[in-house]
């Protein structure tokens, strides 16, 4: 395996810096809320461990980095080939346009565009299989979260 670039090198270091503050910042804000109640585990129990264990993780990849012990492999490109570059554009497009239409279409009609869009953009073609998961992941999920858990979601204008 051939030594990265230069180039390469700071791009991995900036990445694993980011992703260390990242993690520090969650914890310290989970560390905010209650850690624990009545019942157990409270609101701020789990992204408070999840955040100080991504922190020691990227510290440790970035002490890695640092001592010339490179993370990734240089002949793996920095960015994605056409295909994966088109996907990646589709789901954080899906994301942006789902977060957008959430409140005036509601959760259920949201989430099954979304559900389908995504599925014919990573690649599956089955039309059967596409509808049938979009519709049971959307009114499924609609179900459980605001009828049994009782969490608050959008209904669009026509009660979907």
Known sequence: MSAP??????????VLACLCAGFATMAGIA????????????PGFFPFWLG??????????LAHSWR???????AAALWPDRAGALRTLALVGGLVLSAVLLSPAGFRVTA???TAAMLVALGARRPLAIAAFALA?????????YHWLKVPLPVGPFGL
């Open 5 to 14: 670039s230069a180039s390469y090198r700071v791009v991995e270091r900036t």
């Open 31 to 42: 560390y905010s809320y209650s850690l624990s109640d009545d019942l157990g585990p409270g």
């Open 52 to 61: 100080l264990i991504g922190t020691a993780i990227s510290l440790v990849l």
């Open 68 to 74: 010339g012990r490179f993370i990734g492999d240089e």
């Open 112 to 114: 099954l565009v979304f």
């Open 137 to 145: 992941s959307s009114f499924g999920l609609f179900h459980v979260f």
